[in-house]
């Protein structure tokens, strides 16, 4: 009874035809790696909009490199903008210190260290201290 059933369906179905393509396209028929392809189109895209940026970015950033103090007063504006641009709206919890969690690497040029701080609210982050052994960082 089954067969005859499945055999019935099958009599009754159209057969499978290739799909045309939509209007104004046409089928994807690259050889090759398409991956890297796409990759590389991305890439030129970015690039092609990145290039006339650098050129307008004085319009838009007046940064002053004399002192850190006033290097970050002068971006300041900019920050502020980049977080209503992308919905930060709760203050930054101040800290005096990075939370120290412990070594993670060391050589005879630099320290590697895991660190907390606070951000928003009761969240925090977590990264990695790069010092260099003399001190600075």
């Not at 499978?16 to 939509?22: D, G, Q, S």
């Not at 970050?72 to 919905?87: D, F, I, K, Y």
């Amino acid at each position: 009874m089954r067969t005859l059933l499945l055999g019935t369906l099958l009599a009754c179905t159209p057969p499978v035809r290739a799909a045309e393509p939509l209007a104004g396209t046409a089928p994807l028929d690259w050889e090759g790696d398409i991956a890297s392809r796409l990759v590389d189109a991305a890439h030129a895209f970015l690039d092609a909009k990145i290039a006339p940026s650098v050129e307008g970015r004085a319009r838009h950033w007046k940064r002053d490199f004399s002192s850190r103090e006033a290097y970050a007063a002068s971006v300041e504006p900019n920050r502020q903008r980049l977080a209503r641009m992308v919905g930060v709206r709760d203050p930054r919890v101040p800290f005096a210190e990075l939370e120290r969690l412990g070594m993670v690497a060391r050589n005879g040029t630099i320290t590697v260290e895991a660190v907390r701080w606070p951000v928003v609210g009761d969240m925090t982050a977590e990264g990695l201290l790069l010092e260099r052994i003399d001190g600075t960082v």
